[in-house]
């Protein structure tokens, strides 16, 4: 668990906002930019705004989050966003289906890990046939699928 | 009565089948705690892609209307709303689930749902021509005003902060004008070849609504294991029970049309304000929250009835009445389908079929929500770690199948992890969303404005003089205004407890 001072995220709202007004203002004097400056300015205003009232409000300024406990989750995701084109969709989908479900799980016997592969194949089958056959989708694919 | 000469379309094979499949689904999806209205809606855009305009709306129309009326059995038999909408329904339908009265107050809630959803629809085929008439005489700064009308209103009605949600607003406005302008076609913020396009607004919807969701569900993984016993009881009695409680009907009905019409008000708020005005006309105001029959039947009529109504704004101006429209509205346009007088018109026979198979939706959801109540306590038991990776995966594939494009499914899942983050903080998805929906249509009409007014007295006295964009502006301010004092009374209510 680790706890979030919800400041820093009113300190990155603000970055945030500063980025975006430089990337509005340094595009040039072309037309196409008039809106995004506007916006840009409104959200500065905003987050300014918002930085004044966190120094005023005297609530909970702390937030927690299990990063632990999401960590597996949080990797998979980067696994297939490193990976997904290199060894195919259909192969990580099945990886981090059992990953997700083993992990998450809250029994770990045998029994549950066969219900696991059992599930992730119906499932796979399932994505396979409306993805490739229903709706013609050509997934990055590895090795047979 | 135009809405009966495209009634028949409605009955082909195909839209029936999907139209089938979308109740069903909706009812199932709805009935899984975490899976809300918006997050099935946007999940499912993706296929509703290479889909037909009419069979593709169908199924977004059909599942809309069965995920708010399948929240209700979770909330019903967990005390965990299926979805926001359904938040009011535990305060009665739980007790009754408690009292071995389950069955019962599922009926109850189907055909509450069922009397209000077809109040709504009629609503919606009655009301949305006249005001697509109105909508004809807008011109470029009217339409501008409006887009930002439908941000403001969501960001202040579905966020805890009124800065933060129009900040979100600003946000999903900027993100929307990445790629190339509409208008003069200069390119902007391109920092990547992928992002050339812009941002794939499917992408963004998955991710935002999906991939939050399922982080909230694995950090919180709440334990299902609650038995209840479900007991046999006459659905003709039921009925008849049901439609005898006719003052509970008609306030949660009207109360769900009136809501429903307020752009941003969404099907939460019309639960909770027509829970509380049955209460208080009630005579037995001792009863609610023990378990009293009114409560779960206004309730669910008046979040089924708000549906309709909730698609007028929309169709006719681009403002969606609740969330769940919001991510509807990514549905129309993603089928070049532009909301405003035209859907009547050129997409007549679309948009007639669209909203005719809602009220056949109706009928649907009452025979399979009375039937799959009984088996709802199998699917609402599904083990948190399946429902995360299954929806995972399908957020996955749905958004690359779009463009098979794989920058799409990496901008879906930066998307939805960052949300997670932000949401910690008290920012909300919806006004990101909008924000990106209506982007091209409020920079577009500024554009127009613009060249406009530079033949005129300047854009300032363009953007702002006349009735009309007077009171759309004013009509922002009150929304701003209205935010802030529900924030307000919310802060000092919480100081007082």
């Known amino acids: 668990m680790i706890k979030i001072n919800k400041l820093s995220s009113v300190v990155l709202v603000l970055i945030l906002s500063i980025l975006l007004a430089y990337a509005s203002f340094s595009g040039g004097t072309s037309e196409a930019y008039i809106f995004p400056k506007l916006l840009s300015t409104v959200m500065i205003i905003l987050s300014f705004l918002s930085l004044v009232l966190y120094f005023y409000n005297k609530n909970e300024k702390i937030t927690e989050v299990d990063i632990k406990k999401l960590s597996i989750y949080l990797g998979s995701l980067l696994l297939f966003l490193v990976f997904g084109e290199l060894l195919g969709f259909y192969f990580l989908a099945v990886l981090i289906f059992l990953i997700i479900c083993y992990v998450y799980s809250e029994k770990k016997n045998k029994k ?34 | 009565m135009e809405f009966l000469n495209y009634f028949s379309n409605v009955f082909t094979f195909g839209n029936i089948l999907i139209l089938i499949l979308g109740t069903v689904g909706g009812l199932l999806l709805g009935a899984a705690p975490g899976l809300s209205p918006t997050m099935a809606v946007a999940l499912l855009i993706p296929f509703t892609f290479k889909m037909s305009p009419e069979q593709g709306l169908i199924m977004l129309g059909a599942v809309y209307t069965a995920t708010v009326a399948g929240g209700a059995i979770s909330a019903i038999l967990l005390k965990i709303p299926g979805a926001p909408a359904n938040i009011a329904t535990v305060m009665d339908g739980y007790p009754m689930a408690q009292k071995g009265k389950s069955k019962e107050a599922l009926h109850y809630c189907f055909i509450s749902s069922f009397v209000g959803g077809v109040i709504g629809i009629l609503v919606l085929i009655f009301f949305t021509p006249l005001l697509a008439n109105v909508a004809l005489k807008f011109g470029p700064s009217h339409m501008f005003w409006i887009a930002i009308f439908g941000v403001t209103v969501i960001a202040t009605l579905d966020s805890n902060s009124i800065i933060k949600g129009l900040f979100s607003g600003a946000l999903g406005l900027w993100l929307a004008t990445i790629g190339y302008d509409s208008v003069l076609g200069v390119e902007r913020f391109v920092f990547n070849p992928i992002f050339s396009g812009g941002i794939n607004i499917i992408a963004a919807l998955v991710g935002l609504f999906a991939i939050p969701q399922v982080l909230s ?4 993984k709440q334990d299902l294991s609650d038995q209840f016993q479900m007991e046999k009881k006459s659905l003709f009695q039921s009925m008849k029970y049901n439609l005898s409680r006719f003052k509970a009907l008609t306030i949660g009905s009207i109360t769900g049309v009136i809501i429903g019409l307020i752009p941003g008000a969404g099907g939460q708020i019309a639960g909770l304000v027509s829970y509380d005005q049955i209460k208080k006309v009630s005579k037995n105001k001792e009863n609610f929250g023990k378990g009293e029959p009114d409560g779960i039947i206004a309730a669910e ?21 609740s969330p769940t429209a919001a991510v509807l509205l990514g549905g129309l346009l993603i089928h070049g389908m532009f909301p405003g007088p035209n859907l009547f018109t050129i997409y007549a026979e679309t948009t007639w079929t669209f909203i005719n198979s809602l009220l056949v939706a109706q009928f649907l959801m009452l025979i399979f929500g009375l039937y799959i109540s009984g088996l709802a306590k199998y699917v609402i038991k599904t083990p948190v770690n399946y429902m995360a990776a299954a929806i995972t995966i399908l957020a996955i594939f749905g958004t690359y199948s779009v463009q098979h494009n794989f920058a799409d499914v990496m901008v879906m899942l930066f998307l939805g992890v960052s949300m997670f983050f932000l949401s910690k903080f008290g920012f909300t998805a919806a006004p990101i969303v909008l924000g990106l929906i209506l982007g091209p249509i409020a920079e577009t009409n500024f554009s127009q404005a613009k060249i406009i007014a530079d033949t005129q007295n300047g854009i300032f006295d363009y953007l702002t003089m006349g009735p009309l964009n007077l009171t759309i502006i004013s009509l922002c301010i009150l929304s701003i205004i209205y935010g802030l004092l529900t924030e307000i009374k919310k802060k000092t209510n919480d100081k007082d407890q």
């Open chain 1, 112 to 145: 549950s890990i066969f219900y696991n592969f059992l599930i992730t194949l119906c499932f796979m089958i399932f994505i396979y046939f409306l993805f490739a056959i229903l709706l013609k989708v050509q997934a990055p694919r590895f090795f047979l699928f």
């Open chain 2, 217 to 220: 569900m694995l950090e919180k």
């Open chain 2, 301 to 321: 009529s008046a979040n089924n009835a708000m549906v309709g109504p909730s698609l007028v704004p929309l169709l006719t101006l681009g403002v969606p009445g």
